[in-house]
């Protein structure tokens, strides 16, 4: 059996309408995984930016590669996989903040390098940064009781260094 | 009795309406049939239509017609293939062509008509997402929102329909959008930033292949529909001669390299020939052009790939490569540009071939073919399908068209009409289509007037586009249909046969029209043959007729089965033949 990695594939595509659902249409398609995906314009209006997080051996990612470059609308794709690269994710967590949870809450958003950007009398919005396992763990450290709601952006990734992916 | 027209068709001199616009785009692309169905949303475009001469409109009768006659035009002419339908239904009943297009890679342009731009998404009258509902079957597809962008769209739909791995292109065109006026100005270039198909193969590749090839003591070539697309049948030929080596070909590859020459083994597959099979599952080194390794071709793909051997790839997608086999030695690049830089290697550099071990080679194939897998047993009462396929070849001197339907009338045609030419062999691989056959034999014959075409259908397809019986009688084409009338839907039976110990749930047909009369009432001549010895009388008097639609109704033996058959999940040296029954 062949081993199954997550890699984090970035492309540039036509700004256009319908260009996302080509692209999510071929994974559903083709039966290809995603964990997230996230999109949206570059400085240049064109064109648009996506980063698919998905899972799959090596010949599944080649695959997805060709398939995702045969899209007439893919300017360019690149696994950041195959180098160096950063990742980072946003994720918004609302906790309560009433009683000893106000101060427990405020000391572990210090701990991760979280900000507090809504502060209510039962609750604290904090803002949060980082690879997909920091948010992980941050969410495992907090007393599930105290979680109200959580939302999260999905990976965006850019490759280290002189890797640069631009038409 | 006049109307006034919508908003926006008030005229000035020199612009056009967006309607104008495509016909002078279609003028400029030199189209010479247009295949198509009226409708509310296209009304402005058929107004244009009547006002023009340059390309001729083919009016069917149901619009999954228009779209296989437009892909069938395109099949055996290798230009692009035009169809036009309305919106809603118009579009909905267009998807099952386009979907046979897409998957044989058969390039064409289909214009959709569309909801006025206002409406969208207001579940308007004959109102349907075609640009989503198509999406998935589609090269790629266009709504167009503004008049002044119909021209550079139609522009880049025939060229994406045309370039690199071909396939059918939507242009989706709301009914305001028709109305409205702009000037016309058609591209003479299209550049798409994201879109730049490789034509070149790799010349490193392509030497390290050659060497594969020479060297090799049991190679062997296996040919595909990427080679009558891409036109390399005679730079194949060539390789082949200069090599000499054994060749089959897949169900689409057909007459891409003529049947009649020794070194052909007949087409392989899950109904190929013993030889064929045999040789593509002991071969050494095996070169694929324009083929892609799909089910129906090797199998069980962990048996195929039990016996090792070198692998060399030629294809123009790369999504085509090791998607279902890894391969060796990838060449991505147009078949006949690779084949043709090959053949000049062979020229220049005289390679030294492994003669010794390619005669022993060629024995083994010898004896392979020695088994006579396609015999089968002739009956003096009853027709035997295979019979009538012969003398087809044989009263057409093997120069006729055939289109096919789905079934086993599609596997004794591929079998024992020898096509010698390719674009001679017109029929649904990918997607397996009932119902092609008949509209695929007007695309053909219209494109062809002078041919000889012929539709090779069974009694359960052809009843699936019988409609069509009125349009060629409406254009006078001169289509004999040959029809295999099993009473069964005859595939669907063998396979109950041999799988559901003979439960023929739902696979006979049951009230058959009487197809003479049917053939009569639409003013066409009909004959039902139900004798071996009628068979050859019948097909010279129904050619002899040159200028008239003639329908054979053959009464054909029921139970004779597809033989070699290779079943579900079985290897590809794991036939069943019809000796062993
Ligand atoms: C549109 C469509 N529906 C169903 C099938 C499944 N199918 C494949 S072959 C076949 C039987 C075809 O019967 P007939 O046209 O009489 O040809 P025969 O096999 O008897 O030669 C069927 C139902 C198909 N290929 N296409």
């Known amino acids: ?167 | 009795m006049k109307f006034a027209m919508e908003p926006g068709m008030a005229n000035s001199s020199k612009q056009l309406s967006g309607a104008e616009i495509l016909i002078r785009c279609l003028h400029e692309e030199n189209v010479e049939f247009v295949f198509g169905y009226p409708g509310g949303a296209v009304l402005h475009i058929y107004d244009a239509i009547f006002h023009q001469d340059t390309f001729k409109h083919i009016l069917v009768r149901h619009e999954q017609a228009a779209l296989h006659a437009a892909d069938a035009y395109s099949r055996s002419t290798g230009k692009v293939g035009v169809a036009l339908v309305t919106s809603g239904p118009g579009a909905t009943n267009a998807v099952t062509g386009i979907a046979t297009a897409y998957m044989d890679s058969i390039p064409m342009v289909i214009i959709s008509g569309q909801v006025p731009t206002y409406a969208i998404g207001e579940d308007a009258f004959q109102e349907c997402d075609t640009v989503g509902i198509t999406r998935p079957c589609v090269k790629h597809n266009f709504l167009v929102k503004d008049v002044k962008d119909i021209a550079a769209t139609m522009k880049k739909a025939f060229y994406v329909a045309a370039s690199g791995r071909p396939g059918p292109v939507l242009v989706d065109i709301p009914k305001d959008i028709t109305a409205h006026f702009c000037d016309f100005d058609y591209p003479e270039t299209v550049h798409l930033r994201s879109y730049n198909p490789v034509t070149k193969g790799h010349l490193g590749q392509i030497k390290k292949a050659l060497k594969l090839l020479t060297e090799a003591k049991r190679p062997m070539v296996y040919s595909g529909g990427g080679v009558v697309l891409g036109d390399a049948s005679e730079h194949l030929m060539k390789l082949i001669q200069s090599l000499g080596l054994p060749i089959t070909s897949t169900l689409m590859g057909l007459g891409g390299f003529p049947a009649s020459d020794p070194k052909f083994l007949g087409m392989l597959g899950m109904h190929g020939t013993y030889e064929a099979n045999m040789a593509m599952q002991d071969c050494d080194v095996l070169l694929a052009v324009g083929a892609r390794f799909d089910d129906r071709v090797i199998g069980n793909t962990a048996h195929f790939l039990s016996n090792p051997r070198t692998i060399i790839h030629i294809d123009i997608d790369p999504s085509s490569i090791s998607k279902r086999v890894k391969i060796d030695v990838p060449i991505v690049g147009d078949v006949k540009s690779v084949l043709a830089d090959m053949n000049e290697l062979i020229a220049t550099e005289k390679p030294k071939q492994n003669t010794v071990e390619l005669a022993s080679w060629f024995k083994q194939i010898d004896a392979w073919r020695s088994k006579k897998c396609m015999n089968f047993a002739q009956s003096s009462e009853l027709i035997k399908p295979q019979y009538v396929i012969q003398k087809l070849h044989e009263v057409t001197k093997g120069e006729a068209f055939v289109t096919s339907d789905v079934g086993q009338h599609q596997m004794w045609a591929a079998q024992y009409y020898k096509f010698e030419q390719p674009r001679r062999w017109i029929n649904s691989g990918g997607l397996g289509t009932m119902g092609v056959g008949l509209p695929y034999a007007m695309g053909v014959q219209l494109a062809h007037p002078n041919a000889q075409v012929a539709c090779v259908t069974g009694e359960g397809s052809i009843q699936m586009n019988i409609q069509e019986l009125s349009t060629c009688a409406q254009y006078q084409l001169p289509i004999k249909v040959i029809m295999l009338n099993n009473r069964y839907l005859g595939m669907v039976r063998q396979w109950q046969e041999f799988f559901y110990e003979n439960r023929y749930s739902e696979s006979y047909m049951d009230s058959l029209p009487d197809f003479v009369k049917l053939a009569e009432a639409y003013g066409h001549v009909g004959m039902q043959i139900t004798k071996p010895g009628d068979v050859e009388g019948a097909l010279k008097e129904a050619f002899a007729m040159k200028s008239r639609f003639v329908f054979l109704d053959f009464i054909t033996d029921q139970k004779e089965n597809v033989f070699p058959m290779i079943q579900n999940g079985k290897g590809l040296s794991e036939m069943i033949l019809a000796e062993d029954l």
Do not use: W
Request: one cysteine or more; proline letters at 1%.
């Open chain 1, 1 to 167: 059996m062949a081993t199954t990695a997550r890699h984090i594939i970035s492309l540039l595509m036509e700004n256009e309408s319908g260009a996302l659902s080509r692209v999510a249409g071929l994974f559903s398609a083709r039966g290809y995984n995603i964990e997230s995906l996230t999109v949206a314009p570059t400085e240049d209006p064109t064109l648009s930016r996506m980063t698919i997080v998905t899972s799959g051996s090596d010949e599944v990612i080649e695959q997805i590669i060709k398939q995702l470059n045969k899209l007439i609308d893919v300017v360019k794709v690149l696994d950041l996989n195959d180098g160096k690269f950063i990742e980072r994710e946003l994720m918004l967590v609302k906790v309560k903040a009433t009683g000893t949870f106000r101060e427990e809450m405020k000391r572990m958003c210090d701990i991760f390098r979280g900000r507090i950007i809504d502060v209510a009398d039962g609750s604290f919005t904090i803002e949060l940064t980082g690879s997909g396992t920091k948010l992980d763990a941050f969410i495992e450290s907090l007393d599930k009781s105290a979680i109200l709601e959580t939302v999260r952006t999905g990976a965006s990734g850019i490759g280290r260094g002189d890797r640069i992916l631009k038409v």
